[in-house]
T-cell receptor, first 113, second 118 residues
Framework: GDSVTQMEGPVTLSEEAFLTINCTYT??????LFWYVQYPGEGLQLLLK?????DKGSNKGFEATYRKETTSFHLEKGSVQVSDSAVYFC????????????FGKGTLLTVNP | GAGVSQSPRYKVAKRGQDVALRCDPI?????LFWYQQALGQGPEFLTY????????KSGLPSDRFFAERPEGSVSTLKIQRTQQEDSAVYLC????????????????FGSGTQLSVL
């Protein structure tokens, strides 16, 4: 079945450091890919998405590029802030079943001042 | 309210008890979802409603799990004869439009109900 694998956490960075959280997927067909973020005490929020190969999703300084050849959707940010501390989830959905998201296990990011 | 509201925020149940978890989606949202998130895991799909119709319940782990949305707004997830393996955070999400064949409509998640079965 479909699956998402993302790098194990926790990840701890200093403010203004460069962030990469790796995500790879296994799926038949052409899934849409997502990054969700969960801030402490809040619900999951969509951070960015990409619906086809080579698309780049971006939001709040975060970026991820849909790489079909490597089945990857790595999350990057050039300069993290303390307020970026959260749990980040990579997810996919399949055309024809967009409501059924398949999530990775999540990566806890802590940014220290 | 402005977002998806879930209650209770925390629920402790003794093994064998029945529990009911409530979800108030954003007003007017057609689609409603339930996900289960075990400790250290990502959310896993349980069931999907379009208005009052339960279109997909393939993720419900056993017949002890039952969900309803009788008037197409508030939804209740009921777990009968709870077991320790049911301990998890139960997430509800809603979306303005119906989903299925395209569109990738934005989902709005609630903060979840953390269920602990002793």
């Amino acid at each position: 079945g479909d699956s998402v694998t993302q790098m194990e956490g926790p990840v701890t960075l200093s403010e203004e450091a460069f962030l990469t959280i790796n995500c790879t997927y296994t799926a038949t067909g052409y899934p849409s890919l997502f990054w969700y973020v969960q801030y402490p005490g809040e619900g999951l929020q969509l951070l960015l998405k990409a619906t086809k190969a080579d698309d780049k999703g971006s939001n709040k300084g975060f970026e991820a590029t849909y790489r079909k050849e490597t089945t990857s959707f790595h999350l990057e940010k050039g300069s993290v802030q303390v307020s970026d501390s959260a749990v980040y989830f990579c997810a996919l959905s399949k055309f024809g079943s967009n409501y059924k998201l398949t999530f990775g296990k999540g990566t806890l990011l802590t940014v220290n001042p | 309210g402005a977002g998806v509201s879930q209650s209770p925020r925390y629920k402790v149940a003794k093994r064998g008890q029945d529990v009911a978890l409530r979800c108030d989606p954003i007003s007017g949202h057609v689609s409603l979802f339930w996900y289960q998130q075990a400790l250290g895991q990502g959310p896993e799909f349980l069931t999907y409603f379009q208005n009052e119709a339960q279109l997909d319940k393939s993720g419900l782990p056993s017949d002890r799990f039952f969900a309803e949305r009788p008037e197409g707004s508030v939804s209740t997830l009921k777990i009968q004869r709870t077991q320790q393996e049911d301990s998890a955070v139960y997430l509800c999400a809603s979306s303005l439009k119906r989903l299925g064949t395209g569109g990738n409509e934005k989902l709005f998640f609630g903060s979840g109900t953390q269920l602990s079965v002793l």
